[in-house]
């Protein structure tokens, strides 16, 4: 069965502190997302990877996929209250079929 | 674009009764997914739509889960009975055919997701 463990679970930090988030597995995936979800709505998909060693950024996020495609990590600069919420990561492997992570709920204070 | 509809938005039965769940996805989207996340875990999908027929319902609990997409567009989710383990938000979400997103070929899959049902059993 396979697995994406998220770190940390939950994340407290200051408007403006840097923070990184990291999704891991032992398995390898075709493809990975990253997810923000705020309450009462569903997922919104922030970016997917697919290369080894790919870096994507969105403004203040940079996204990085595992040389080995089994882990990744959202780094987040700068941190906005408006960057609060559950981050999920979402693996698949040779289908299309996603495999989500047990999540990331991040709180940013102003 | 109007995006991926859900109702209702909160239900809250007795274990034991029934319920259901509806979605309307994307206009165009072949593909539909319902996912049941349980407070503090990632969604887990329960079953894959492709038009009308099945892809996936392999983490379906058959024995009082069940659903269909019977023109291909709109989807019911439908408990019976229900169980207190059933308390979860229900997401919907609707794709192009997987490995096509943004009219091009692509080797992964783009997915909108409702707001989900939350739904409540005692």
């Known amino acids: 069965t396979q697995l994406l463990e998220q770190s940390p679970q939950f994340l407290s930090i200051q408007e403006g502190e840097n923070l990184t988030v990291y999704c891991n597995s032992s398995?390898?995936?075709?493809?990975l997302q990253w997810y923000r979800q705020e309450p009462g709505e569903g997922p919104v998909l922030l970016v997917t990877?697919?290369?080894?060693?790919e870096v994507k950024k969105l403004k203040r996020l940079t996204f990085q996929f595992g040389d080995a495609r089994k882990d990744s990590s959202l780094h987040i600069t700068a941190a906005q209250p408006g960057d609060t919420g559950l981050y999920l990561c979402?693996?698949?492997?040779?289908?299309?079929?996603?495999?989500f992570g047990t999540g990331t709920r991040l709180k940013v204070l102003a | 674009e109007a995006g991926v509809a859900q109702s209702p938005r909160y239900k809250i039965i007795e274990k034991r009764q029934s319920v259901a769940f509806w979605c309307n996805p994307i206009?165009?989207?072949?593909?539909l997914y319902w996912y049941q996340q349980i407070l503090g875990q990632g969604p887990k999908l329960l079953i894959q739509?492709?038009?009308?027929?099945?892809?996936?319902d392999s983490q379906l609990p058959k024995d009082r889960f069940s659903a269909e997409r019977l023109k291909g567009v709109d989807s019911t989710l439908k408990i019976q009975p229900a169980k207190l383990e059933d308390s979860a938000v229900y997401l919907c979400?609707?794709?192009?055919?997987?490995?096509?997103?943004?009219?091009?070929?692509?080797?992964?899959?783009?997915?909108?997701f409702g707001p989900g049902t939350r739904l409540t059993v005692l």
């Open positions: 979400a609707s794709s192009l055919i997987p490995g096509l997103a943004g009219g091009r070929p692509t080797n992964y899959n783009e997915q909108f």
């Open positions: 398995s390898v995936f075709s493809s």
């Open positions: 990877v697919v290369t080894g060693g």
């Open positions: 979402a693996g698949a492997s040779g289908t299309y079929k996603y495999i």
């Open positions: 206009s165009g989207h072949a593909t």
């Open positions: 739509f492709q038009n009308n027929g099945v892809v996936d």
